[in-house]
């Protein structure tokens, strides 16, 4: 049973890859956004790093989709994303198979000094992407930032997204994955 904040969570979640806003998902929606990354960090599509990371967004599109295209339209609409998003975390091997992946593939393009790491400067770069508004994103990263260091490990971040799509727990910190859920 989905409680409702974890409904609002996988609102807010829908919102941000529905880009064209016309009420479903598809894969190119999925690229336009690694796309956006990658521009936000100033890598091409076409480099190395670009290629990379279209790739990797391919494959997360077809493990979410695999989950929550009921209907294998190429297209996940509100309910199917629900439910899938459900189905495909709510399991053994959700964090493994589609959060680890996800989470280095954001931090592959967002982290520009090569520590693994992001710092403040890289997560804004990367929520503007996302179209987190600018008040959020200062909060969001103090809420994620567990160790208190300043910068946003891979554990982290997976961590966080982990909570994002699971929790119902009001106080967790992944609710803040994407910025404040009240607004």
């Given at each position: 049973m989905v409680s409702a904040l974890q409904k609002r969570k996988l609102d807010l979640a829908f919102a941000h890859l529905d880009i064209d806003g016309n009420g479903q998902i598809e894969c190119d929606?999925?690229?336009?956004?690694?796309?956006?990354?990658?521009?936000?960090?100033?890598?091409?599509?076409?480099?190395?790093k670009g290629r990379a990371a279209l790739e990797r967004h391919e494959r997360l599109?077809?493990?979410?989709?695999?989950?929550?295209?009921?209907?294998?339209?190429?297209?996940?609409t509100y309910h199917e994303f629900?439910?899938?998003m459900t189905a495909a975390f709510i399991r053994?091997?959700?964090?493994?198979?589609?959060?680890?992946?996800?989470?280095?593939?954001?931090?592959?393009?967002?982290?520009?000094d090569g520590d693994g790491l992001l710092d403040l400067t890289e997560f804004a770069t990367m929520h503007r992407a996302?179209?987190?508004?600018?008040s959020d994103?200062?909060?969001?990263?103090?809420?994620l930032d567990a160790d208190g260091d300043g910068?946003?490990?891979?554990?982290?971040?997976?961590?966080?997204?982990?909570?994002?799509?699971t929790s119902p727990d009001p106080r967790a910190r992944g609710n803040w994955f994407f910025g404040e859920l009240t607004r």
């Amino acid at each position: 049973m989905v409680s409702a904040l974890q409904k609002r969570k996988l609102d807010l979640a829908f919102a941000h890859l529905d880009i064209d806003g016309n009420g479903q998902i598809e894969c190119d929606e999925i690229l336009a956004l690694a796309s956006r990354l990658l521009l936000s960090f100033r890598h091409t599509p076409a480099s190395a790093k670009g290629r990379a990371a279209l790739e990797r967004h391919e494959r997360l599109w077809d493990e979410i989709a695999r989950h929550a295209d009921a209907d294998a339209d190429g297209a996940i609409t509100y309910h199917e994303f629900h439910h899938g998003m459900t189905a495909a975390f709510i399991r053994p091997t959700g964090r493994a198979v589609m959060l680890r992946p996800a989470v280095q593939a954001l931090i592959d393009i967002c982290d520009t000094d090569g520590d693994g790491l992001l710092d403040l400067t890289e997560f804004a770069t990367m929520h503007r992407a996302f179209g987190t508004s600018r008040s959020d994103v200062r909060v969001a990263f103090a809420a994620l930032d567990a160790d208190g260091d300043g910068r946003l490990s891979a554990d982290e971040l997976t961590d966080a997204a982990w909570e994002f799509y699971t929790s119902p727990d009001p106080r967790a910190r992944g609710n803040w994955f994407f910025g404040e859920l009240t607004r």
